[in-house]
């Protein structure tokens, strides 16, 4: 009777099991079903609204701003190149640049002039868009708040967003961040070159900045060099080479002073 009882408590609790094992894999098929449905009303709603906003503009008058930067050796946010101010229903931003070979990091800043959302857009010449390069928006405290980089989590959600143009940006100064996906040696050696561009609702005016190469004049930080602080150098160079070869004076002041002016100059 016993062996009859489990062997029955048994069958049911298979059959409960399996009804179970239904139901959430059921569950799991309407919730993707779901985030499905939702996702493609999402780029729906996003395509009207930028087929309204193409239409919106289209009556508008635009001026067209541009100025050309140069590339710098030692590419970090101190040294990044301005783009201008983004600010809403007013201004877009765009940038055309290059990593050619060798060159591992770009970084643009740009300012938002009050809280609205920002459009980012990418477009590379090879037609890879993001898939080569990778882009990363940054805050002036240095927080990553968008990334392309499919395992970025949370900045991941925020660079699909603002791809969207649905992502909201507070007033204040960013960084954008351009490297490569890959760090392959034959990566490194292809030069990809790529336009970018910061919108956020219609625009009247238009900001081109076009990035050209290294400029060899300047140091490796995009500063120009000081014919004045060049020559200075060179006279306090001049005047320690001719201590150096003056015979000992034996006094404790000019060996001080002497030495004062080497630590200061090397």
Do not use: C, W
Request: no cysteine; charged share 20%; proline share 2%.
């Amino acid at each position: 009777m016993a062996t009859n009882v489990q062997a029955s408590t048994a069958g049911n609790l298979g059959s409960s099991q399996t009804g179970t094992g239904s139901k959430l894999s059921s569950a799991t098929t309407q919730k993707t079903i779901a985030d499905q449905a939702n996702s493609t009303m999402s780029q729906i709603q996003n395509q009207v609204a930028a087929l309204a906003q193409q239409q919106k503009q289209k009556g508008l008058q635009t001026r067209d701003f541009q100025k050309n930067t140069n590339d710098v050796t030692m590419d970090n946010r101190m040294t990044a190149r301005d783009i201008g101010t983004l600010r809403h229903d007013k201004s877009r931003l765009n940038v055309f640049s290059a990593l050619t070979p060798g060159d591992t990091v770009d970084f643009f800043s740009f300012k938002m002039a009050s809280k609205s959302t920002a459009k980012f857009s990418v477009l590379t010449a090879d037609g890879s868009d993001d898939k080569n390069l990778r882009f990363q928006v940054i805050s002036q405290s240095g927080r990553i708040i968008a990334d392309s980089d499919p395992k970025a989590g949370d900045a991941k959600k925020a660079y699909d967003q603002m791809k969207a143009g649905t992502y909201t940006l507070p007033a204040g100064t960013y960084a954008l961040r351009i490297t490569r996906t890959d760090d392959s040696k034959e990566s490194r050696n292809t030069a990809y070159n790529y336009a970018v561009q910061f919108s956020s609702g219609v625009h009247t005016d238009d900001f081109d900045t076009i990035e050209k190469g290294v400029d060899k004049s300047k140091d490796a930080f995009g500063f120009a060099t000081n014919p004045a602080v060049n020559t200075l150098t060179s006279s306090l160079g001049g005047a320690v080479s001719m201590l150096q070869q003056l015979p000992p004076l034996g006094t404790s002041g000019t060996d001080k002073l002497s030495g004062m002016l080497l630590n200061k100059v090397f």
